[in-house]
C-alpha cells in the first residue's frame, strides 16, 4: 500500500496519520532508500504466518517509545481513549504521549491520565491554539479543519531532543504491539538514519508550505487538507516515502488493495474504521474491524494500570503515595473495605459529551447531582424542570458510558441541551463513592453557585430563576456563608402530577398525595427547615443546625467538599452540612423553594445497608473517626456534633 | 521450569495440565529429544524481547489445532467459559475443542456454544462418565477428584485419528495465541514424532496404572491425585518430559523461579492464577495477572464471533440460515431494528450458578420470569415469598454476570436456595429480548407446570403450595389444556405490608392502598379475570378470552412458547394468551391466588414505546403480522382476534 502515487479517495486524511511517523521520518533521496529496501504496496513477499523475517527486531523491552496525537474537541477526547486503550493493552514498552490539544481536550485529558494512573506512560501536552498561526492561511474545508493540518508541522512543535514518533490519528485501533511497528525506525537504521532532527534541518517546512503554496496557486480547490498537501509533498518528493506492509493501517473497504491485505496476511496490526455509520457496511470481514473497535471501547480502562513485567517501576505522580496507603490498611479490619473504597482513585473523564456552557453570570447557579445507570431515565425530566446548567457525575463502567452515549443521543431532549456537562467517574471498588461523585460533579461546576441536589428530586419549574433572584436580591456572595435550603418533599405514587405552584404543593400536602422528605421513616434529616413554619413563610427564614440535618442547599461553588470516607449508603449528605455549620455557614430556607423526591426502587447499596451489620458498625465506626478529625479541625467548637451523636437516633 | 523432579508442593494439579500436552505427547526416550534439545527451567537462554529463536515457526494459518478440556459442574463451566475466551481473543487458527464433560457442563456447554456461534470452532464432548470406571480404582482426595484423574485416560479417549493435542485445565488464561504454543509440537518433529498413537502404542495406559498401583503399595498416603501420579511416572520415565519455556505457565508466586520467569521474560504466554482467593494476594505483579484475567472474565463474548481472516469460512451450524435472514433485512424498514432483534441469536449461559433441583413431582410448579439487573434487589423477596423451583432468565453483559454471581454470594438468602436456576442471557442488540428471554427461562423449568410470572411480582405466601393442591384436585394433565388464572394487584407504594390472605388483601383493596392491576392505564389486560367475581369466588371459575388480555397463568410446561417478534415493551404478553386461546386452553381463575406487583421506576424500554412513534407504529405492524401468522395457522379461528384488534383500543 504505497503512499506515493495513491489517489486522493483512497488516501482518505486518516490513512495518512500511521504512515506519517514513518512519512517525516523516514528517509532522504541520498540515502536511496527506495533502491535499498522497497517494501511491496501489498503484504510483503516473504510475510506469512510464522515467518519473522518481514517483522524487524523488537526495541529493548524497556525502551521508550514515542507515540504523538494531535486532538481537540469532546468526541476526538472519547476517540482517543479508545486508541489508548488499544495501544495499552498490548504494549509492553513504556510509552511517552504527546498529546497536542485545543484546551477543551486538554482538560478532559489532563483530568484523565491524572486519575487513570497507569504506571510507565508519560503524558506531555502541546497547546494547538499555538499552532495555529503556522497553517491558518491554507484555506481548507476539511472535517477535522485546522487540527488535521497540525501534523504538518509536528517536526517543529515537539521537542528537538526527540529524535522519532509514531504519529497516529484518533480513530485508529490497534491489534497488536506498538514496539512491532517502532522497530520499523530501527530495521532501517543501517541503511539511513530516522531522525526527526535530520528531517529538520533538511528543511521539512520550506518543502511542505512551497509546495501548499504552488497547489494552491495551480488548483481550483478551495481548500487543501492536510492529506492533499502530504500527497503533492510526495509526489514531488517521492523518495521521501517508506512504505510499511499493509497490515499496519488495514481500512475495511470494498477495494481490491485492502482486501487483498487482510486476506492474505494473518495478522492486522492496526485497523483503521471505527465511525459508528462505517460500523453497520455489509463485509464479510467487518466483524473483525467491529469487534476489535467494540473491543476496546467498552474494555475496562483501570485493567490497563499495571506496571510492566521486567522494567524498573515507573509509577505515575501520586500512584507511589496511594500504594503506600493502601499498604497500610489492615485487611483484617472489617471495615476494610470502606477504607478501600475511600482511597480509590476513580478514573475520571470530564466532559464526556460536547457542552458549551453559556458565559458566567454572577447569580447563576448549577444543579450539581450524581448517578448511575439505573437512574438515567430521570435525566429527560430532570431537564424539563432545571432550565439553567447541570453538573452530573456518572458512575459508569466503560460500557455504560457507551450506552449512556447512545441513551442521550436517542434523546432529543437530553441532546438539544448544551448546558449540562456529564462527567464519568468509572466504576471501581464495591461501595458507591457517593462522596467522591458529588465532589467531581461539584468540582465541574462553573457558575458562583451551585444546588446541591440527588438525582431523584425534580425542582419545582421556577426553582431556577428564583434562586438567582434570591441570590441577587438577598446580596449572596462578598464572603458571606449562605446555604440557601430548598424544602424537600416526596410522593409515593408512581404517577404523579408535579405542582406547578408553592399552593398547590400544599394542598397536594394536605390531600396526603405528598409528604415532606422522609417524614415516616428519618423525620430528623429535614426537622430543621421547619416545614411548619415554611407553610406560611413569605420571606427567607434563618433555621439553626440540629443532629442529622441533612437538608437540599445552594451554596457557593467554594464550599466545603464532601467527606469521602463516606461511601455506599448513610451519612454522606449528614457529614456535609456539619462541615457547614462547623465553617459558620448560615442555613436560610427559601419560601417559594421546593423539590420533590419520586419513588424508585431501593438501591442496592441500600437494601445492603439494611441487612448488614458490618456496614451499620462500620457506619459508626466512620462517623466517629470524622468527629474526632472535626475536633482537630474546630476545636472546641465541635464538640456539639459530638454531643448530638450522642443522642439517642434513628436509624443512619 | 521442569516438570521432572518438581516437588509436589509446587507442581500443583494445574501446572501440569499445560505440560500435559507435551508430556503425553512429547517423545520416548530412543529419540533422546532430552540430549538433542534441552530448555533451561528457567526463562530459555537466547529468549528475548525480540528474539524469534525461541519460538518455533507457527502452524499454518488454517491448520486446525486440537485442545481438550475436562470440566465437570457449574462452577467449572463457569471458568471454562473465560479460558476459552482468553483462547478465542488472541488465536487465528481454527480451533477444535473436545471437552470430557459431566452432564451438567455438557448441558451449559452445548446451550452455550450452539448459540455462542463462533466460527472456525468445532466442538466435540465426551461422557465423563464412561471414564470414571477406568480411575474410580484410585483413591483420591484432591478438591477436583476424579476428573482430575481424568487427564490420565485422555490418550485412550479421544478419537485415535487424533495425532496431538493440547490439554487445558479450566484455571488458566492465555495471554497469547495458542498457535504459538502449539508450534512446540513442531518444533520437536525433526527429532521426534510426537503423536498420540504412537504414545498409545508404546503403552501409556500401562505405564501409567503400573506406576499408581505401586506407589499406593509404597505410599502411606490415603490418596493420589493426577498429579501424584504424572509425578511418580515422569520419575521413572524422565524423558518423557519435554519443559515448555517458562513463559508458557507462568503462576503468580512468590516463589524466585516462577519470579525469575516474569521478571526476565518479555511476553508471558499463559497465566496460570485465578481463584477469587488468590486474587487478593499482595504480590508487585499480582496486577498483570488479576487484570489479564477480569479482562475476559467481563469480555464480550459476542465479539468473538468473527470468521478468520484468510481462512475457509468455517460457520457453525445455523450461522448461515441467520447470515442469509439476516442479509434479507431490509435495513431502510423502520422496523429494521426490531426485526434484527428478532433474530438476534443471544449466548445462552443456562443454570450460570449450582442448582440442584429435587426430583420431580407429578403437580409441581416452576416459578418462571425474566430480569435485568435493575431487578436483582427483588430476588431475595421472591425466594421468601416462593419456596418453589424458579427458573429465571437474566439479561446481562458478561461483565454484569460477575456482579450478579457477587451479589448471589453476598446473600444468605439466595445462596442457600438450590431449587433456582439462574439462566443468563447475554446482551445484544437495541431492544429487550422479553420474548425469548421468558422462552429461555421456561425452557428450563423441570417440574410438569409453569407459573409464568414477572419479576416484579410478589405471588401470595401460600400460592406455591396452594397452585400444587388445585393442579392435583382440579385433575390437569392428560391432554387437558388449562391455564390456571393468578389475579393479579398492584401498590403504588413504596413501604408495604404484603397481605398474608385473601381477606387482607380485599380489605387493602377497599381501603384503597391496593388496585387490580393496571386498573388506572390498562385495564382491558386483566378485565376479564372478573375481579367482581374472584371476590366472592369459592371455587376455581372459568373466564373467557377478550381482547388484550394478558393474565399471570399456570400452565403445563409444554404450553406455546412466546412470540419472539415482540421485544422490549408492548404485547409480549397478550400474544401468547392468544395463542394460548387459540389452542383451545380453558382459563380457570382461581379464587385463593393472587399475586401483587410492586412499583418500579419504568424501564428505559417503556419509556422509549411512549416517546417513539416509530416504536409503536413498528409494534403496530408486528401485531399486523402476528395476526397474519395466527390465520394461516388457525383459519377462520383466528378470526376472531383479528376482529377484536379492529375494535378501539387503548395505548398497547
Known sequence: ??????????????????????????????????????????????????????????????ELLHVAIVCAGHNSSREAVTLVKSLLFYRKNPLHLHLVTDAVAR???????????????????????????????????HYSGLYGLMKLVLPGVLPPSLAQAIILDTDVTFASDIAELWAFFAHFSGVILLRLDRLRQAGWEQMWKRTAKRELLALPATSLADQDIFNAVIKEHPDLVQPLPCVWNVQLSEHTLAERCYLEAADLKVIHWNSPKKLRVKNKHAAFFRNLYLTFLGYDGKLLRRDLIGCPSQLPPGAEQLQQALAQLDEEDPCFEFRRQQLTVHRVHITFL???????????????????????????????????????????????????????????????????????????????????????????????YVFLSDIDFLPAYSLYDYLRVSIEQLGLGGG????????????????????????????????????????????????????????????????????????????????????????????????????????????????????????????????????????????QTLKEEFHQDLSRRYGAAALKYLTALRQPQGPA
Chains 1, 2 share one sequence.
Open 1 to 62: 500500500m504505497l503512499l506515493r502515487g495513491r489517489p486522493r479517495a483512497l488516501g482518505a486524511g486518516a490513512l495518512l496519520l500511521l504512515l506519517i511517523g514513518f512519512f517525516l521520518f523516514g528517509g532522504y533521496p541520498e540515502y536511496g532508500l527506495r533502491r535499498a529496501t522497497v517494501l511491496d504496496g501489498g503484504p510483503p513477499a516473504g510475510l506469512n504466518h510464522s515467518a519473522c523475517a518481514p517483522q524487524p527486531p523488537l526495541p529493548p523491552k524497556c
Open 107 to 141: 482538560n478532559i485529558l489532563e483530568t484523565l491520565f491524572r486519575t487513570w494512573m497507569v504506571p510507565a506512560v508519560v503524558v506531555s501536552f502541546y497547546d494547538a491554539e499555538k499552532l495555529k498561526p503556522l497553517i491558518s492561511w491554507i484555506p481548507n474545508k
Open 354 to 448: 460536547p457542552h458549551q456552557p453559556l458565559p458566567p453570570h454572577p447569580h447563576d447557579v448549577t444543579l450539581v447531582a450524581q448517578l448511575s445507570m439505573d437512574r438515567l431515565q430521570m435525566l429527560e425530566a430532570l431537564c424539563r424542570h432545571w432550565p439553567g446548567p447541570m453538573s452530573l457525575a456518572l458512575y459508569l463502567t466503560d460500557a455504560e458510558a457507551q450506552q449512556f452515549l447512545r441513551f442521550v443521543e436517542a434523546s432529543p431532549v437530553l441532546s438539544a441541551r448544551q448546558n449540562v456537562a456529564y462527567h464519568v467517574v468509572y466504576r471501581e471498588g464495591a461501595f458507591y463513592p457517593v462522596n467522591q461523585l458529588r465532589n467531581v460533579a461539584l468540582a465541574q461546576a462553573l457558575t458562583p
Open 480 to 619: 458571606r456563608k449562605t446555604a440557601l435550603v430548598v424544602p424537600a418533599f416526596e410522593t409515593l405514587h408512581y404517577r404523579f402530577s408535579f405542582p406547578s405552584s408553592k399552593a398547590e404543593l400544599l394542598a397536594l400536602l394536605d390531600a396526603g398525595s405528598l409528604y415532606t422528605f422522609r417524614y415516616h421513616e428519618w423525620p430528623r434529616g429535614h426537622a430543621p427547615t421547619d416545614y411548619a413554619r415554611w407553610r406560611e413563610a413569605q420571606k427567607p427564614y434563618q433555621v439553626q443546625w440540629a443532629a442529622d440535618y441533612e437538608p437540599y442547599v445552594v451554596v457557593a461553588r467554594d464550599c466545603p467538599r464532601y467527606d469521602s470516607r463516606f461511601v455506599g449508603f448513610g451519612w454522606n449528605k449528614v457529614a456535609h452540612i456539619v462541615e457547614l455549620d462547623a465553617q459558620g455557614y448560615e442555613f436560610l430556607v427559601l419560601p417559594e423553594a421546593f423539590a420533590i423526591h419520586l419513588p424508585h426502587a431501593p438501591s442496592l447499596d441500600i437494601s445492603r445497608f439494611r441487612s448488614s451489620f458490618t456496614y451499620r458498625d462500620c457506619l
